[in-house]
C-alpha cells in the first residue's frame, strides 16, 4: 500500500499568510495526487487534482506542485475562509489512500 | 446541478448488518465510476470501496473485504455499500463520490461528494 504523510499535521497561520502543506508518499504515485479541504461537519470540498489542476471555481491562491513522491499544497494568501483541514490522496493504485490530514487554524 | 445523498445509517449492534444508499441526480450516472469514502469520528479520510461504470469491476480496502459489498443500479441512478458483520471500527460518516477516471489524459479524482451518513456500530 502507498502511505502518504503529511506534514506539518497542525498549522497556526494568520489571515495574508503564505501556507505551504506538504504530502510524501511512500512510493512514486507519478502525478496521481489530489487535495481537499474540509470544514467541521461538511464534506469534503476538491481543490487540486492531478497535481496542479484547479478545481472549476476554486480560488488562484490556491495551487499544487510536486511529482514522484513529494508534493505540495500552497495557499499564497491564506483569508478567513481557508481556515479547515487539508487532505492528500493518491490515485495511482489500489487501495486509494489519504495523508493523515493538516488542520489549519487562526493564529 | 449534480447532487449526491446518502442514506441508510443508523445504530447497529456488533455483528450486524446496514446497507447504505447513495442517490444521483443532475448527471449521467452510468458513466461514471463512484466511491465510497468514510471518516470516523475526530479521524482523517479513508477510502472504502470502487465500482466501474457497469458494476463489473470492484476494489476494497483490505479492513473491509469479504464484510463489505459495493454495487450500482444505474435504472434507478443509485450506489449501494451492503455492510455485514459490522465491528465497532466501522463506526464512521461514510460519503459516496463521483470518481472521475479518464485514463486517456491521465486524470483521477473525486469531484462531486455527498452530505454523508452517519452509522455507529454499538451495543
Known amino acids: 500500500d502507498i502511505q502518504l504523510t503529511q506534514s506539518p499535521s497542525f498549522l497556526s497561520a494568520s489571515v495574508g499568510d503564505r501556507v505551504t502543506i506538504t504530502c510524501r508518499a511512500s512510493?512514486?504515485?507519478?502525478?496521481?495526487l489530489a487535495w481537499f479541504q474540509q470544514k467541521p461537519e461538511k464534506a469534503p470540498k476538491l481543490l487540486i487534482y492531478t497535481t496542479s489542476t484547479l478545481q472549476t471555481g476554486v480560488p488562484s491562491r490556491f495551487s499544487g506542485s510536486g511529482s514522484g513522491t513529494e508534493f505540495t499544497l500552497t495557499i499564497s494568501s491564506l483569508q478567513p475562509e481557508d481556515f479547515a483541514a487539508y487532505y492528500c490522496q493518491q490515485l495511482k493504485s489500489y487501495p486509494l489512500t489519504f495523508g493523515g490530514g493538516t488542520k489549519v487554524e487562526i493564529k | 446541478e449534480v447532487q449526491l445523498v446518502e442514506s441508510g445509517g443508523g445504530l447497529v449492534q456488533p455483528g450486524g448488518s446496514l446497507r447504505l444508499s447513495c442517490a444521483a441526480s443532475?448527471?449521467?450516472?452510468?458513466?461514471?465510476?463512484m466511491s465510497w469514502v468514510r471518516q470516523a469520528p475526530g479521524e482523517g479520510l479513508e477510502w472504502v470501496a470502487n465500482i466501474n461504470q457497469d458494476g463489473s469491476d470492484k476494489y476494497y480496502v483490505d479492513s473491509v473485504r469479504g464484510r463489505f459489498a459495493i454495487s450500482r443500479d444505474n435504472a434507478r441512478n443509485s450506489l449501494y455499500l451492503q455492510m455485514n458483520s459490522l465491528r465497532a471500527e466501522d463506526t464512521a460518516v461514510y460519503y459516496c463520490?463521483?470518481?472521475?477516471?479518464?485514463?486517456?489524459?491521465?486524470?483521477?479524482?473525486?469531484?462531486?461528494w455527498g452530505k454523508g451518513t452517519t452509522v455507529t456500530v454499538s451495543s
Open positions: 512510493q512514486g504515485i507519478n502525478s496521481h
Open positions: 463520490a463521483r470518481y472521475v477516471r479518464s485514463t486517456s489524459v491521465g486524470d483521477y479524482y473525486m469531484d462531486v
Open positions: 443532475g448527471l449521467t450516472f452510468s458513466r461514471w465510476w
